[in-house]
């Protein structure tokens, strides 16, 4: 069992965690609608379908364990972003129980040319903004320690 100290400590880690992750959110939407129309979670979706799945239509169960939620949870992202034209999502020729995603190419004009990438540098530099380059680098190896232990 943990020293009530260091509990206190997770405790407080914890928590902040889940208030960041909310507000990080709540911005990420604001800026998204402007900016795509689309939601932080669906643009995380577009962002994994382009750099996990390269050249290859997943299965929405491989693309959930990616994204790191359940099927039900993905396909409902899913699902609006096929309603915006983003993805389509088609039966498996071979298996029609199976359902894959691929990507429209709507969502390209968002993420190529200077400007696009520039906005979304400049809001991700936004949220660690005062960091040292050797604050990020620790906080980056805390990340990965927390990812590990999910």
């Known amino acids: 069992m943990l020293p009530f100290l260091v509990m206190k400590e997770t405790d ?3 928590g ?9 959110t709540v911005k990420g939407d604001a800026i998204l609608k402007d900016k795509v129309g689309i939601t932080t979670k669906q643009w995380m979706l577009l962002v994994i379908l382009m750099n996990n799945f ?3 239509q997943p299965t929405i169960t491989e693309t959930a364990k990616e994204f790191g939620t359940s099927r039900q949870n993905l396909k409902q992202v ?6 915006k034209g983003f993805i389509d999502i088609k039966p498996d020729p071979n298996d029609f129980r199976i359902q894959r995603i691929a990507l429209t ?12 990438e520039s906005w979304q540098k400049n809001y991700i530099n936004s949220l660690f903004k005062g960091f040292t380059n ?3 680098f620790s906080f980056s190896a805390y ?6 232990n999910l």
Do not use: C, M
Not at 16 to 24: A, C, D, K, N
Not at 106 to 116: I, S
Not at 143 to 148: A, P, S, T
């Open 143 to 148: 990340v990965d320690k927390l990812i590990e």
């Open 105 to 116: 190419g709507k969502h390209l004009p968002y993420f190529e040319g200077t400007d696009n």
């Open 16 to 24: 902040s965690l889940l208030f960041i992750t909310q507000r990080w």
């Open 78 to 83: 899913a699902l609006s972003l096929q309603k």
């Open 54 to 56: 390269e050249g290859i």
């Open 134 to 136: 050797e604050e990020l």
């Open 12 to 14: 407080k880690i914890f």
